[in-house]
């Protein structure tokens, strides 16, 4: 069974220090979203790749956090330097799109089972 | 700009009651809409999805839900709980009508949980 895998569960970490967390998408799907999930805010939309390409990052602190797709197998979000409140359990997802056809329409996002970060 | 609002942060039912998960929607484009389950330590798992065809819309695991333009609502149902059913719920909308960008907005879930 296919599934979206998301390294490592979980990571402690000091404030300042950087964060890498990595995605490993459905093998075929072309479309990577980040969210991130707390209490206060719920789930947000942090970014979203589609064919390697960032779409949308516009959730995203641009001072501290950044995503990329070095390859179709991987997606990384870092964060430098890591503060408390990005605290947070971090879930990325993969699905099928097309530029007319958006991949939560014809198939449904594939989540992984999330990276929870605790900056202390 | 679309938004789902779920009512009830938490809901508590008895096994083999009535399941009834109320969500909101607003959006300025005709809507496609979700209902996600989330279990404890996991990512979410589509239940159901309505895009634009029946507005009754049968899911996994007994599962289904009612558009009502009118109402503005995409209540999820299930006749008789089961004690497995206990997770989180997520209604959610797309972002964005058509093009390339099809991402969702999530409400902020309900916890569900079913008594013996």
């Known amino acids: 069974d296919a599934r979206v895998t998301q390294t490592p569960r979980h990571k402690v970490t000091e404030m300042g220090q950087e964060v890498t967390m990595r995605c490993q998408p459905i093998l075929g799907h072309n479309t990577v979203f980040w969210y991130r999930q707390t209490m206060m805010q719920g789930l947000e939309l942090l970014a979203y790749f589609r064919n390697r390409a960032p779409l949308d990052d516009s959730g995203m602190p641009k001072d501290r956090f950044s995503a990329e797709m070095p390859d179709a197998t991987l997606a990384t979000l870092k964060i430098q330097p890591s503060e408390p409140r990005d605290s947070a359990v971090y879930f990325c997802?993969?699905?099928?799109?097309?530029?007319?056809?958006?991949?939560?329409?014809?198939?449904?996002?594939?989540f992984g089972n999330g990276t929870r970060l605790t900056v202390t | 700009a679309q938004s789902v609002t779920q009512l009830g942060s938490h809901v508590s039912v008895s096994e083999g009651a009535l399941v009834l998960l109320r969500c909101n929607y607003s959006?300025?484009?005709?809507?496609?809409l979700f209902w996600y389950v989330q279990y404890p330590n996991q990512g979410l798992q589509l239940l159901l999805k309505y895009t634009s065809a029946a507005t009754l819309v049968k899911g996994i695991n007994g599962f289904e839900a009612e558009f009502k333009k009118s109402e503005t609502s995409f209540h999820l149902t299930k006749p008789s709980a089961h004690m497995s059913d206990a997770a989180e719920y997520f209604c959610?909308?797309?972002?964005?009508?058509?093009?390339?960008?099809?991402?969702?907005?999530f409400g902020k879930g309900t916890k569900l949980s079913v008594k013996p």
């Open positions: 959610a909308v797309s972002r964005h009508y058509g093009g390339s960008q099809g991402n969702l907005i």
């Open positions: 997802a993969s699905g099928l799109g097309t530029d007319t056809v958006p991949s939560s329409y014809n198939s449904p996002l594939h």
């Open positions: 959006s300025s484009v005709p809507p496609y």
